[in-house]
């Protein structure tokens, strides 16, 4: 609606197709091009409106696309310029049941990928360097998926140096657009502290070229992870670097209170 033209209109349909269902939303607004429509679904990527004072963050169809994968569902795109734009999403159409029994236990809505993740308490405390606060409320929120792990962030090379020395955090995510000095040189002065020399710490940048990364890993950066974020991966790489306390239920049994 906010991206139509005036007198502008919006359709919703909806209709079964097979053992689909699909709900499509039909504007008649300014409409995308073929090279848009490519990155439609790139995080914080707005194709320069922002510079016409229409409100966003530019990460709400990255969301929705991430939801629809998550069902098992697909969303498709047509548009032209001009002639506005149709999103389609398609999901498995659901069989009519009983009302739902409110003291029945939930079903698993847990992605397949996270299946294999060993249940248990995990801890840890992450320290993210970047001064585009959309990108640290992004990641905060990816964070929070995790389940034990803290994220604290600072928004310049200078204050995230300082916060790493004072916190020691487990992981330190660095952009590498700073601006004061590059994630680079935080990286450099790191390293050259003894307190903070150990410190894991990835880069996580927009450069995302073959050269950017193999110059990131050459740095010494443990890993370099590109934007736009890959939810998923992301997710997983932070269950793989903060694994689950798994409790040894045999031995906890052998030396339980009380016997």
Known sequence: IKYNRAG??????????GGEAVLSVRDTGRGLTREQIASL?????RFGVESEGIEGTGIGLTIVKALVDGMGGKIDVESSPGRGTVFSVTLQA?????????????????????DAMPPGARSGTILYIED????????????????????VSEPSG????????????????????L??????????????DARTRAIPCIALSANAMREDIE????????????KPIDFAVFIVALHRLFPAAVEDTAESAEHSPGE
Not at 94 to 114: K, M, N, Q, W, Y
Not at 158 to 177: K, M
Not at 185 to 190: A, M, S
């Open 8 to 17: 502008g209109t919006v359709r919703v349909e909806s209709h079964g197709a």
């Open 41 to 45: 679904f790139e995080p914080f990527n």
């Open 94 to 114: 659901a069989a009519l049941v009983e009302p739902i029994d409110s003291d029945a236990p939930e079903a698993d809505t847990v992605p397949d990928v996270f």
């Open 132 to 151: 585009n606060q959309v990108n640290v409320l992004l990641v905060e929120e990816l964070v929070r998926t995790v389940g034990g792990v803290t994220i």
């Open 158 to 177: 200078a204050a995230g140096v300082e916060r790493a020395v004072a916190l020691r955090p487990d992981l330190v995510l660095v952009d590498l657009q």
């Open 179 to 192: 601006p004061d000095f590059d994630g680079y040189e935080v990286l450099r002065r790191l390293r050259a």
């Open 215 to 226: 110059r990131g890993l050459a740095s010494g950066f443990t890993d370099y992870w590109t």
